[in-house]
């Protein structure tokens, strides 16, 4: 059974810019969140997606999106990058009735 | 929305036993989860509460009160390999169950 993997592991880019981030969620799982977690932080929800859709959001905005795609492998993008988006970018996959997520090992972005 | 709180930083030594508290506020609760991460590494996944009661899995035990607001992990006979960060996460009862996390208690055994 393959875990959650994502890509790239790091990446740096430039305010203004813009990034895609990928996530290949575990074998059978249907449900994939994205968080945030800046250093020495618990990781902050982003968005939620079910079979393609978003179906929940956290407090981020517009210019965090995401898809889901029928493989549940799903991205993260992220327009007019500011320095604040500098932080590890987590997804986490699980089944839709499932309390267990299974994270990823995170994108590391650093925006200068 | 939710909110969570949790010690910032705890010390123990090698061997001993350490319980990690978590209060939390919520508008809706389905369930208490706890995640452990090492540095530079993905969190796992170590236990779920939607219960009151404690939940047992070998060295690691999970204790909830849904009156109380209140949860915490307990971890027995503790190794050098347990210096991470632990975070407390509530599951919403909303429609998408969005799981929220804790700020984090860093965990350092010391020998």
């Excluded at chain 1, 999106?65 to 500098?86: C, H, K, M, R, T």
């Amino acid at each position: 059974e393959t875990g959650v993997t994502q890509s790239p592991t790091h990446l740096i880019k430039t305010r203004g810019q813009q990034v895609t981030l990928r996530c290949s969620s575990q074998s059978g799982h249907n449900t994939v969140s994205w968080y945030q977690q800046a250093l020495g932080q618990g990781p902050q929800f982003i968005f939620q997606y079910y079979r393609e859709e978003e179906n929940g959001r956290g407090n981020f905005p517009p210019r965090f999106s995401g898809l889901q795609f029928p493989n549940y492998s799903s991205e993260l993008n992220v327009n007019a990058l500011e320095l604040d988006d500098s932080a590890l970018y987590l997804c986490a996959s699980r089944t839709s009735g499932g309390n267990e997520q299974f994270f990823g090992p995170g994108t590391r972005l650093t925006v200068l | 929305g939710q909110s969570l709180e949790q010690p910032s930083e705890v010390t123990a030594v090698e061997g001993a036993i350490v319980q990690i508290n978590c209060t939390y506020q919520t508008s809706g609760f389905y369930g208490l989860s706890w995640y452990q991460q090492h540095d530079g590494g993905a969190p796992t996944f170590l236990s779920y509460n939607a219960l009151d009661g404690l939940e047992e899995t070998g060295r690691f035990s999970s204790f909830l009160s849904r009156s109380d607001s209140y949860g915490y992990l307990l971890l027995q006979e503790l190794q050098m390999k347990d210096s991470a960060s632990y975070f407390c996460a509530v599951r919403d009862r909303g429609g998408y169950q969005k799981v929220t996390f804790g700020t984090g208690t860093k965990l350092q055994v010391i020998p």
